[in-house]
């Protein structure tokens, strides 16, 4: 096993074999549930679409080294108009509907919503709040 942040110096309790082999870690590890581990000790909390995702969907054999976070990392094949927003709550309404992800997303923070006076100011708002919330 490798270990290669502080985060992760616990884990050699567990982690005593030499090998990158995943079969070695099913000895111990059931691939149905995700262990225990709190994400946001390695600096990057995982929002509600990545807590889904299971540890070997980002990281590969035994090495859980920190990732890059940028977007494009996994998303390679991204589109514009192809994320479905319904899922954050939000659905865009046909004059928001073309908007590339950094126009509301300006400090590419993709983890909070947006608000209208980022881009609109209280005087050129349209009658109508954009978009429905979705519960």
């Known amino acids: 096993v490798v270990i290669e942040t502080e ?3 616990n884990c050699q309790s567990c982690h005593d074999c030499d090998s990158d082999d995943d079969k070695t870690c099913l000895k ?5 549930e995700k262990p225990p581990f709190d994400h946001k000790s390695t ?3 995982l929002n509600r679409y990545h807590e889904k995702l299971q540890c ?5 054999g035994t090495r859980f ?3 890059d976070k940028t977007c494009t990392a996994c998303h390679n094949n991204w589109e514009l108009g192809s994320f479905d927003h319904k899922v954050t709550g939000v659905v865009f309404d046909e004059d928001h509907e073309e908007n590339d992800c950094m126009d509301c997303h300006i400090d590419r923070k993709f983890d909070r ?5 980022e881009c609109h100011d209280e005087i050129s708002w349209p009658e109508r ?3 429905e919330l979705v519960k």
Do not use: F, I, N
């Open 7 to 9: 985060t992760h110096e």
């Open 28 to 32: 111990c590890h059931d691939t149905k």
């Open 43 to 45: 600096g990057w909390a």
């Open 56 to 60: 070997l969907d980002c990281h590969s």
């Open 65 to 67: 080294s920190k990732r």
């Open 113 to 117: 919503k947006p608000t209208c006076s």
């Open 129 to 131: 709040v954009p978009g």
